[in-house]
């Protein structure tokens, strides 16, 4: 225990040393990244990822009405890794009465940003080329 509380404390030192700042995800071991698909994907920098599963609502944020208009928010992850949902309104509906600390499930497209990622394409195909995606809230799923 003492070597890891060193060892967290020498890290922490260090951190403030560093130009850039570092990742957001150091904390997870690779056992955890491993088992964590999102957690993943945002190490190895992966796009076009098939994901699923929950976080909870942090921000709200406008819709995005350039082009296809998305529903966008922020979910904090249980492993403390942040995510954009971009759920597009013009072909699946909207998420009404979403509040900060609601929890979402979802499954959809991961995209990889140096935030955490996106995650878009939850909804239908209504070509049938892309594998569906939905959000889940209150029991009520939207795709």
Do not use: C
């Amino acid at each position: 225990m003492k070597k890891l509380l060193i060892a967290l404390v020498v890290g922490l030192g260090l951190a403030g040393a560093q130009t850039q700042s570092p990742p957001l995800f150091d904390f997870l071991s690779t056992a955890q990244a491993a088992s964590d698909p999102l957690a993943l994907a945002y190490q190895n920098r992966q796009s076009d990822v098939q994901v699923e599963g929950r976080g909870r609502v942090t921000r709200l944020l406008a819709d995005d009405n350039k082009g296809s208009r998305h529903q966008r928010f922020i979910l904090a992850l249980p492993s403390g890794q942040t995510l954009l949902i971009a759920h597009n309104i013009d072909l699946a509906p909207r998420i009404n009465g979403l509040k900060v600390g609601d929890t979402v499930v979802f499954y959809g497209e991961y995209e990889w940003n140096n935030k955490g990622g996106v995650v878009h394409w939850t909804h239908h195909d209504p070509r049938g080329r892309h594998l569906g995606g939905w959000l889940q809230h209150n029991g009520k799923r939207y795709q």
